[in-house]
Antibody, heavy 121, light 112 residues
Framework: VQLVQSGSEVKKPGASVRVSCMASGYNFADWTVNWVRQAPGQGLEWMGWSSPYNDNTKYSQKFQGRVTMTTDTSTNTAHMEVRSLTADDTAIYYC???????????????WGQGTTVAVSS | QSVLTQPPSVSGAPGQRVTISCTGSSSNIGAGNEVHWYRHLPGTVPTLLIYGNTNRPSGVPERFSASKSGTSASLVITGPLAEDEADYYCQSYDSSLSGSAVFGGGTKLTVL
């Protein structure tokens, strides 16, 4: 069971970034994919999740309107796009497996290796 | 400010008992939502340490235990080893945020 993320990105302020997360070793369609980030010197911050089971998404209020999370069951891949980047979005972005189907409260038990996104002019 | 409150740092010597608290409210831990704990060594991937308030995934040493009571939870490390130096995070879900996941601010464990 593993999640493999796309490579590091360097973006200018105002740009968008798309991070991918490919799952293997389990039935991707049954489990939500969470996105969590860690800015330099800061703690873990939950951004939201997307569910390939029912196509639902839930975003943290902080990122609502600026982030889009999707899943593609044909490639077992989750994607997250963050728009209107600022220097404050410089962080390591992780995907993590979450809830099973319609159930809630599950732990994030499998994590991707992280994708570094640097935002700089 | 994190929805779940943790002390920024704790320390302990091998053979001692170290406790990391995680204080929430009636809308998250106190609402009956389960608490999970993660260990994160900077530069590596966070790993699940405790799930469902008290359960250790296979492979997690018995020196790690956890509990939950009311609006708070605690992670206990009995006899920390040098390799346990890391950041520890609690996580739950908040009903007032439509079931959004919430993390504590993290606690840095130093082994003396």
């Amino acid at each position: 069971v593993q999640l493999v993320q796309s490579g590091s990105e360097v973006k200018k302020p105002g740009a968008s970034v798309r991070v991918s997360c490919m799952a293997s070793g389990y039935n991707f369609a049954d489990w939500t994919v969470n996105w969590v980030r860690q800015a330099p010197g800061q703690g873990l911050e939950w951004m939201g999740w997307s569910s390939p089971y029912n196509d639902n998404t839930k975003y943290s209020q902080k990122f609502q309107g600026r982030v889009t999370m999707t899943t593609d069951t044909s490639t077992n891949t989750a994607h997250m796009e963050v728009r209107s980047l600022t220097a404050d979005d410089t962080a390591i972005y992780y995907c993590a497996r979450g809830d099973y189907r319609d159930y809630t409260g599950y732990p994030m038990d499998v994590w991707g290796q992280g994708t570094t996104v640097a935002v700089s002019s | 400010q994190s929805v779940l409150t943790q002390p920024p740092s704790v320390s302990g010597a091998p053979g001692q008992r170290v406790t990391i608290s995680c204080t929430g409210s009636s809308s998250n831990i106190g609402a009956g939502n389960e608490v999970h704990w993660y260990r994160h060594l900077p530069g590596t991937v966070p790993t699940l340490l405790i799930y469902g308030n008290t359960n250790r995934p296979s492979g997690v040493p018995e020196r790690f235990s956890a509990s939950k009571s009311g609006t708070s939870a605690s992670l206990v490390i009995t006899g920390p080893l040098a390799e346990d130096e890391a950041d520890y995070y609690c996580q739950s879900y908040d009903s007032s945020l439509s079931g959004s996941a919430v993390f504590g601010g993290g606690t840095k464990l130093t082994v003396l």
